[in-house]
């Protein structure tokens, strides 16, 4: 198995990045969030997970730690595989994902790219007790997790139906006066994303 790789990032495209280490250039998908923090010639150490398929040896590389061990988690559920691990990756950062999974927020989940209803359901049923395995403070998470405020709600849903995700949704809404009525909320939000 392969733990990690020290490199210079030779370059970048949509999903993946170049990695050319000791004079072999890697191949390795990443998810767009940490994907867009490198840039060329930056020399890096990422934190490798090697899927192994009959027709190829894929690696999945990760700038934090704890988006592998969440990577390693979200593998270990029944249907779900890298590919859309790394989907789910994208859609929000770990944190929040970890707080979704503990507080039973099947809603929240149902938002991140190719989650349903019963894969959310399973993700919280399979992982729920597994989840002090991220190397992340949970312990300002309970059960009594903080719900967001109906008007933030309905603001992202409307940003994810014009096709941004729960992530980039949530941290632009954020920046924008609360006091606002939901749809200059959205505007600025809009104005923010570009």
Do not use: C, W
Not at 5 to 24: A, C, F, P, Q
Not at 41 to 47: K, S
Not at 160 to 175: C, F, P, R, T
């Amino acid at each position: 198995m392969i733990e990690f790789l020290r490199g210079r990032v030779h370059s970048t495209d949509r999903g993946y990045l170049v990695l050319e280490s000791n004079g072999i250039g890697y191949i390795v998908n990443m998810v767009e969030r940490e994907l867009h923090t490198f840039y060329e010639n930056e020399e890096v150490f990422i934190n490798i997970r090697l899927v192994l398929r009959e027709d190829a040896a894929i690696l999945y590389g990760f700038r934090h730690i704890e988006t592998r061990d969440a990577f390693d988690l979200l593998t270990s559920v029944t249907g779900i595989g890298p590919k859309l691990a790394m989907g789910i990756l994208d859609g929000d950062d770990v944190f929040n994902i970890a707080k979704y999974i503990i507080s039973k927020d099947e809603k929240s989940l149902t938002k991140l790219p190719g989650i349903g209803k019963k894969t959310a359901q399973r993700i919280i049923l399979e992982l729920k007790d597994k989840v002090e395995k991220l190397a992340l403070d949970l312990t300002s998470m309970t059960d009594d997790v903080e719900i967001i405020e109906e008007k933030d709600d309905s603001a992202v849903e409307a940003l994810i139906s014009l096709g941004y995700n729960v992530y980039d949704a949530k941290k632009a809404l954020e920046k924008v006066d609360p006091s606002l009525d939901i749809s200059e909320r959205i505007r600025e939000a809009l104005k923010l994303m570009g």
